[in-house]
T-cell receptor, first 113, second 115 residues
Framework: GAVVSQHPSWVICKSGTSVKIECRSL??????MFWYRQFPKQSLMLMAT?????????EQGVEKDKFLINHASLTLSTLTVTSAHPEDSSFYIC?????????FGQGTRLTVV | AQSVTQPDIHITVSEGASLELRCNYS??????LFWYVQSPGQGLQLLLK??????LVQGIKGFEAEFKRSQSSFNLRKPSVHWSDAAEYFC?????????????FGGGTRVLVKP
């Protein structure tokens, strides 16, 4: 149990386009999901907290208009990187919580060319 | 503010030898502590967690960790490593809230396993 699926696992997009990443809790409901960003050989940095049915809460320094988060149901949160630029290239990971802890998706490698 | 320090960036260990990864935390309240493992290009897998109770916690893949409040530490150990244990390990601290686990991660320790 407590499986979190993230899709796609990797994506390459052109500069200026938008990319949507999905995070699904497959066997439990998650009122809250979290989005992290990980630069190469670095730790995970929390970007935002995704709240089902309400606006996301962004960490300081994260542009909410650039990283759009939607949490339309108890099992799905999406992160849309708008007008992507090469500096947005990174590894993005979501997590969802059950009563047993926080569980992570497999991550999405975004490359903007 | 909460923080996590993993003093060792890299550790190299021989297969079959014991492994200990250090983790020190700073947290204003009772901490909830986690260890995760990440293989290259992959997400994070939960190894074990400490919420309360017995301070020696058993996890998957033969790992264990001990919570020491007096030392603000939550070190991860494995008696005998396997080549498949080569990965990046992250210690994290968080609050188990009704809204879920918001975690702060340490910088990670990369484990290399020699044959």
């Amino acid at each position: 149990g407590a499986v979190v699926s993230q899709h796609p696992s990797w994506v390459i997009c052109k500069s200026g386009t938008s990319v949507k990443i999905e995070c699904r809790s497959l066997d439990f409901q998650a009122t809250t999901m979290f989005w992290y960003r990980q630069f190469p050989k670095q730790s995970l940095m929390l970007m935002a907290t995704s709240n089902e049915g309400s606006k996301a809460t962004y960490e300081q320094g994260v542009e909410k208009d650039k990283f759009l988060i939607n949490h339309a149901s108890l099992t799905l949160s999406t992160l849309t990187v708008t007008s992507a630029h090469p500096e947005d290239s990174s590894f993005y990971i979501c997590s969802a919580s059950s009563g047993r802890g926080a569980f992570f998706g497999q991550g999405t490698r975004l490359t903007v060319v | 503010a909460q923080s996590v320090t993993q003093p060792d960036i890299h550790i190299t260990v021989s297969e079959g030898a014991s492994l200990e990864l250090r983790c020190n935390y700073s947290y204003g309240a009772t901490p909830y502590l986690f260890w995760y493992v990440q293989s290259p290009g992959q997400g994070l897998q939960l190894l074990l967690k400490y919420f309360s109770g017995d301070t020696l916690v058993q996890g998957i893949k033969g790992f264990e960790a001990e919570f020491k409040r007096s030392q603000s530490s939550f070190n991860l150990r494995k008696p005998s490593v396997h080549w498949s244990d080569a990965a990046e390990y992250f210690c994290a601290v968080g609050a188990l809230q009704a809204a879920g686990n918001k975690l702060t991660f340490g910088g990670g320790t990369r484990v290399l396993v020699k044959p």
